[in-house]
């Protein structure tokens, strides 16, 4: 009998099924798409490698040889400045990794299968019904139509949102809705023009909305993205390679790092991925990662808060399963949410300029600066950063606020 069903094998799906093995339940993970297969997200953050120490499966990312990264680079015009994340204030690992997906997320599902989880690929979930004692899961795979009546449902889809479109829980964010543009290159960017260790993040000469990222993989490819409203892509036409290359030719800078690439997967666009949901969890269910809420992909905070929700989620549940009291509002939603709201903060600040100022700023308090390297190196949740939680807003505006008065 299963005691978790967990939908999708992601970051989040991976973790969370390695936890609860780990733990001597019964796992099943139910893939939709057959692994490896190509999903965005490719830079890691240092609190994600923590989170994968912390789960026995960072051996195995490491052993993968993927790309090395110590921190974030930040490029405005002649403006430049970089975050290393060995200068946080918070505690925790100071280096994470830039990762082909395809890869990552493969081999994290095969250290959920390592621990004793099982995962079926290419099996689609197409009704739920938690009205019951148990949930009822009805699961597709090809003619195959299987019934499932597992303990506790975690819903790990991401982007696909399974359980917020099967039991009408998504609401519309409030963030601005931006579109990005993105294409896989071999780079051919000279030894010593670019720290590949770093990725790097442009802003646009003029519209300070619009902005870059490119992350090197270590087998001398990169991913490339630019980030901005439907409204200034619609500017440009062709192809969406021919809009790609024109979109990176507006940024002189990244373009000139690029003049030699070679593209190794063809352009293509995802938009509208921000999302939230009314509730992120239920009876007999709960939802981890993107499945719950998508910000932006400007700080890279996707990965991480899934792996963070998988890590909160499958603790509790533990406590759950063994018979103990929990409340999924107050150990979950609201110690998830607070690290949501922090990155939410860095989010808004960066479109609306605030963060801008305060990471370009030519004088800068050290402290302050560990304090938000912090935040970049995805240390979200840590209490002891003014910069975290729901008071973080308030105060990044005043930094921002005392900088530009040259205070």
């Known amino acids: 009998m299963t005691d978790v069903l967990i939908i999708g094998a992601g970051p989040a799906g991976s973790m969370a099924a390695a936890l609860l093995a780990q733990k001597g339940y019964e796992v099943l993970v139910l893939e939709k798409q057959r692994f490896p ?22 051996d195995a990312v490491i052993e993968a040889g993927f790309q090395f ?11 430049y400045s970089e975050f290393n994340f060995a200068d946080k204030a918070s505690t925790g690992h100071a280096f994470a990794f830039q990762v082909q997906r395809a890869r990552f997320d493969q081999v994290l599902a095969g250290e959920a299968v390592r621990f004793g989880a099982q995962v079926r690929y290419e099996t689609a979930i197409t009704a739920i019904d938690v009205s019951g004692e148990r949930p009822v899961v009805t699961s597709a795979a090809g003619d195959e139509v299987v019934t499932h009546r597992p303990r506790f ?42 720290d590949r260790q770093k990725i790097r993040v442009g802003v646009h000469p003029t519209d300070k909305d619009v902005w870059s990222w490119l992350i090197p993989f270590s087998d001398g490819t990169a991913s490339m993205g630019i980030v901005a409203t439907p409204e200034h892509h619609a500017q440009f036409k062709g192809t969406l390679d021919e809009r790609m290359w024109q979109l990176v030719a507006d940024e002189p800078m990244l373009a000139a790092l690029l003049k030699d690439a070679v593209v190794t997967r063809p352009a293509a666009e995802l938009s509208g991925y921000s999302a939230k949901v009314s ?35 499958s603790g509790l549940l533990d406590r759950q399963l063994r018979g103990e009291t929990t409340d999924w509002q107050t150990q979950f939603a609201e110690p998830l949410s607070y690290g949501v709201e922090t990155f939410r903060t860095f989010v808004t600040g960066w479109y609306g300029g605030a963060l801008q100022d305060v990471i370009f700023a030519e004088h800068k308090d050290p402290g302050i600066r560990r304090m938000i390297c912090s935040v970049l190196a995805g240390y979200a949740w840590d209490p002891q950063n003014p910069y975290t939680g729901p008071q973080s807003s308030r ?13």
């Open 69 to 79: 990264k110590n921190g974030a680079a930040f490029a405005h015009g002649q403006r």
């Open 37 to 58: 297969r190509f999903s965005i997200g490719e830079s890691l953050l240092g609190n994600t490698t923590q989170l994968l120490d912390e789960a026995g499966m960072l």
């Open 153 to 194: 449902v975690l819903d790990a889809s991401g982007f696909g949102r399974t359980l917020p479109r099967l039991l009408d829980l998504d609401r519309p964010s409030d963030l601005v809705q931006r579109a990005a543009l993105f294409v896989h290159v071999k780079d051919n960017i000279p030894a010593g023009a670019f």
């Open 279 to 313: 509730r992120m969890h239920g009876p007999g269910f709960a939802l981890l990662g993107n499945a719950a809420e998508f910000l932006d992909p400007v700080f890279s905070s996707g990965v991480t808060l899934a792996m963070q929700s998988a890590k909160l989620a």
């Open 395 to 407: 105060r990044l505006r005043a930094l921002a606020e005392t900088i530009r008065a040259g205070r």
